[in-house]
């Protein structure tokens, strides 16, 4: 009998999780609270209590070849680092292609998700729903993904901030910014310095009379286009990693922050933090050369009237779940490789996407959904000692590198790409996956869900970095493609 999996959350970790259980010939279900797919890409102009929101600028800060499922490349004519509406229409590339969205019940609430009776025999769940008429319903899976992400619960730390009751101002999180409109000639400050802080900063400059970027500790700016205007995370390599592991510390990170500095100078800035080089993320520094961003590790209390933005991060939580499956304190969770609790009798519970990496997310939803629906249909175990082994994680611990953790996990399924087999064999492949970029092509050349179109995407990636560069008539001489050429773009990334 089909085993049936209930997959909660439409997002791009939900539809990843459909297509892979369709792969392996399970049943998938989704329940999708909203009316539409996306998940958090999917703007909208009111946020929705206990949804992801994002503002209407939002640009991806990982480019078009990293993120793409593994199996489906992204539109060659498509900018590199695309807009959350572009993202939005890849999602419905995706799901029209496979067919996802017959598998997806819409306006649909989890209510709960509880283990069955005989679960330490089945394995099974049941699962609680709710219609937008406020029908309910119960169910029973033979497995559960979640794939709610981590951007749903504002964390807004209104106790650190002394007599903020007081303050006349307005203040929100930045999950509730949507455009920069209603700033025009005020004054605002914008607390946090991550991904969501620099941007906002950046797009109220312009309209507002004044911006300040509260940061406590600073951070390593990057910018998402590298030297010769390509995208940075494509010049992350294998041999970079392979360096970074075999360099000391302190060389490697030297090494990447005078880099990251030669763009400006992090102590001219007063930006530069303690810790070492680790990749915070802010696209556009120019207006803090202008002050019309002014940098501040304080807020005011002189009576001066601000608007407050807190771009504070988030707090996850699966409130539809028992706190004995999977407990989540002060942002913390045990789960095994950042997919299994380690405490059920049966591992037919998986967290898809809760994960911070340096690098796209999409793919590693997809890579952690092929290991989770191979681990429900039996073919591969759980270590049984993983209780034992469980990452205790929050919002820095649930951070991985890109490479290594896809590497990772793409061991266990059986699909991590063979350097030594394919230098000897395929050469030109080999060469390709050492020093090139570690798109999600490489891990669909072998093993269960391979794809015979994997080694001709990894030959062209970089045609379609350049198409979307290629919108006017040029004649000036084109000069000949190489291998070589590739090699000296890839080793220049080697210390990033």
């Known amino acids: 009998m089909t085993r049936r999996v209930a997959v909660i959350g439409g997002g791009s970790s939900g539809l990843a999780s459909i297509k892979t259980c369709l792969d392996e010939g399970l049943q998938p279900v989704c329940f999708e ?52 509406s572009l993202i939005v229409d890849y999602f419905r590339m995706f799901a029209d292609r496979f067919q996802l969205t017959r598998h997806i019940r819409f306006n649909t ?66 999950r509730d910014y949507k455009t920069a409109d209603e700033w025009r000639h005020k004054k605002a400050v914008v607390i946090g310095i991550g991904n969501s802080g620099g941007d906002i900063a950046v797009e109220l400059s312009r309209v507002t009379k004044q911006v300040y970027l ?29 360096m970074r592991h075999v360099l000391p510390f302190g060389l490697s990170c030297g090494a990447a922050e005078r880099k990251v500095s030669r763009r400006f100078d992090h102590s001219l800035y007063n930006l530069k933090p303690a810790h070492r080089y680790g990749g915070a993320e802010l696209g556009d520094i120019l207006p803090v050369l202008c002050s ?30 028992a706190s004995h499956v999977v407990s ?106 050492m020093f090139g970029p570690c798109t999600p092509y490489q891990y669909r050349l072998r093993g269960p869900g391979k794809w015979a179109g994997a080694r001709q995407a990894i030959f062209t990636q970089w045609e379609r970095v350049a198409r979307p560069m290629q919108t006017r008539p040029c004649h000036d001489p084109k000069p000949e493609r190489s291998l070589k050429w590739l090699l000296v773009v890839a080793a220049k990334g080697r210390t990033y």
């Open 292 to 321: 019309a961003v002014l940098l501040t590790g304080v807020i005011f209390d002189d009576g001066s009237v601000v608007e407050d933005v807190f771009a504070t991060g988030y707090r996850f939580s699966f409130p539809f779940l």
């Open 214 to 242: 509260s940061t406590r500790r600073g951070a390593w700016i990057l910018n998402r286009v590298s030297d010769n205007g390509l995208p940075r995370d494509m010049l992350n390599t294998r041999m970079a990693i392979f």
């Open 109 to 174: 609430k989890v209510l709960q998700v509880k283990q069955r009776s005989d679960f330490s025999r089945s394995g099974q769940w049941d699962v609680e729903t709710e219609n937008k008429d406020g029908e309910k319903e119960k169910h029973i899976f033979d497995a559960v993904m979640i794939c709610i992400g981590h951007h749903c619960h504002p964390n807004l730390p209104l106790h650190d901030f002394p007599g903020i009751d007081s303050f006349t101002g307005k203040f929100f999180h930045s």
């Open 328 to 433: 989540v304190s002060e942002n913390k969770a045990s789960l095994y490789k950042y997919v299994f609790p380690p405490e059920l009798d049966r591992p037919t519970l998986a967290i898809i996407g809760l994960v911070q990496p340096l690098g796209a997310i999409m793919p590693i939803s997809e890579m952690q959904a092929r290991w989770a629906t191979r681990v429900f249909k039996g073919e591969l175990l759980l270590p049984t000692t993983m209780a034992k082994r469980y990452v205790s994680s929050q919002r820095h611990t649930i951070q991985v590198d890109y490479i290594s953790y896809m590497d990772e996990i793409a061991e266990l399924v059986g699909v991590r790409p063979s350097l030594p087999r394919l230098l000897l064999t395929d050469p030109r492949l080999g060469l390709n996956l």
């Open 33 to 84: 609270s909203s009316d539409d797919i996306g998940g958090l890409w999917k703007f909208k102009e009111n946020p929705e209590a206990d949804r992801a929101s994002i503002y209407q600028s939002v640009i991806i800060n990982t480019s078009k070849e990293m993120m793409c499922f593994s199996d489906f490349p992204i539109p060659a004519h498509y900018p590199n680092y695309m807009h959350n």
